[in-house]
């Protein structure tokens, strides 16, 4: 709102630009009659504007600005409410006084709409994380021994490889391990069963 002349004195708007700039610098004025004439007053500031989703669980039904203004006399706010409408804008069609000097309305308009601009479906996730940890780790082990038993150690060739005889027995280890938890919980098989037959004396 910006008055081409004669603007009305402005009360609170000594950070707008003074008195005199009406509607020039803050985001929310009210005009009251006082004394046979018009006085604005400030609401709210470009500062304290909060904006906020109406509805979390559905973000797309709009959202609220909120804009406020805090003085030694009185606390002032509005709260407008821009519901989502891609057709245009509507309204707002009335302003609601909620307190001594707090107001509210509704603005149906094109901004209200939400609008995806990034979306990130899946990813690793803790586990995925935790994974590439140790994987990360194992190699900088492999490679820091090798360094050290190739340069100060002077082993060549696979034998530089730390704990070789361990990696190498790992498969047999795991496959054994394996074998004894199938064997755990399905019971000894037929072949492993006593063939032996009762003898009466």
């Known amino acids: 709102m910006i008055f081409n002349h004669d603007p009305p004195r402005c009360v609170g708007c000594w950070d707008c630009g003074g008195p005199s700039h009406c509607g020039m610098g803050c985001s929310a004025l009210v005009s009251k009659k006082a004394g046979g004439y018009q006085v604005c007053t400030t609401i709210g500031h470009v500062s ?6 109406i509805d979390e669980q559905n973000p ?3 959202v609220i600005v909120r804009m406020s203004s805090s003085g030694k006399e009185r606390n002032c706010s509005l709260s407008v ?3 989502c409408d891609s057709t245009g804008v509507h309204g707002p069609d009335s302003v609601e006084i909620l307190g001594t000097c707090d107001y509210a309305t509704v603005l149906r308009h ?3 709409c939400a609008t995806i601009i990034s979306f990130h479906e ?9 994974m590439i940890i140790i994987i990360c ?3 900088a082990y492999l490679l820091a021994g090798t360094v050290y038993r190739f340069f100060f150690l002077r082993i060549r060739g ?3 490889i730390p704990n070789l005889d361990f990696w190498a027995s790992l498969p047999h280890r795991t496959q054994s391990f394996l074998s004894s938890l199938v ?3 399905r019971g000894p098989s037929a072949g492993q069963r006593s063939s032996y037959s009762p003898v009466n004396f």
């Open 48 to 53: 304290s504007t909060n904006v906020s989703i």
């Open 110 to 112: 094109p901004s209200g």
């Open 137 to 139: 780790l194992f190699g």
């Open 122 to 130: 899946g990813g690793f996730g803790w586990f995925g994380t935790l």
């Open 158 to 160: 696979i034998e530089a």
């Open 60 to 62: 797309y039904k709009g």
């Open 81 to 83: 409410s821009i519901i």
């Open 183 to 185: 064997r755990k919980f």
